[in-house]
């Protein structure tokens, strides 16, 4: 990965949800655009982490002149392709607003820069500056454009933070992430009748069967990744530190599985039969 440099005119869509146009230079003259390949990854993250339809990008890529004209120095992350200032509509077409944002960007470990009220807009309007330089920066741009308000947003805003850990699956028929849910509730994350391809869980180490290549896939610690290949059916999943059970496509829920190992009893699923959702639990919350 690595910063990248497009034609004014260039109209490539770079990931899921993003294309080069999104990232012009709002001067309105004919001059090329960098991206940090890292930034449509971190975006992208932010997106199924907030289960966000859509990202709006008003400011990515800026030319000294015009960060300058609108407030900049004219060499902040902007100039350099780093940065991002946006905001995030969820599946109802509503602003997320700016706080969600920055609790989701800190939730998934990002230690470049947020800026909450981006350009001292209100909270509700979603508006948050997000850039990939190395360094981390939290700060409340409606009071500094420059200096950090926080090192913890949630101590910031004056919210504890969740220990409960969060997972969610990709619906291989809707072709989209469902949302989040919370280990040891009665919910389940997938939609039956569905098979799913891919998987996300906070800070557990995690791997799944790939159905059609017939092959467990590399294991995943947290959200540093997702585990599985989008449009594979998955048919076997292990969890570590965690009991969990698995639901077939047009089956039913299987046993509760408590480890996670090379044995039978080592993981949940049966080979060959689509996963269709999924459940995990403590070993203090299990259920018959």
Known sequence: MALKNYNFNDNTKISNHFNVSEFKCKCGKCHDILIDDNLIILLERVMIKLNASICNIYSGFRCIIHDINVGGNGFGPHTKGYAVDCYFK???????????????????????????RCGGCSNESGN????????????????????????SFYDYFGIKKEQSINYQVYDNVKKYWLPNVKINTSEYAGNLGNSISALYIDNLKYRVHDKVKNKWLPIVIGRCDYAGNLGNPIDGIQIENAIYRVHLKNGKWLSWIKKMDNTNNGYAGIYGYEIDAIQVKKQDNLEN
């Open 90 to 116: 969820d599946k109802d077409g509503m602003r997320i607003p700016s706080k969600n944002v920055c609790l989701a960007l800190e939730d998934l470990g990002h230690l470049g820069g947020i800026g909450y």
């Open 128 to 151: 948050t500056h997000i850039d990939t330089l190395s360094r981390k920066w939290y700060g409340n741009e409606a009071l500094s454009m420059n200096k950090s308000c926080c090192n």
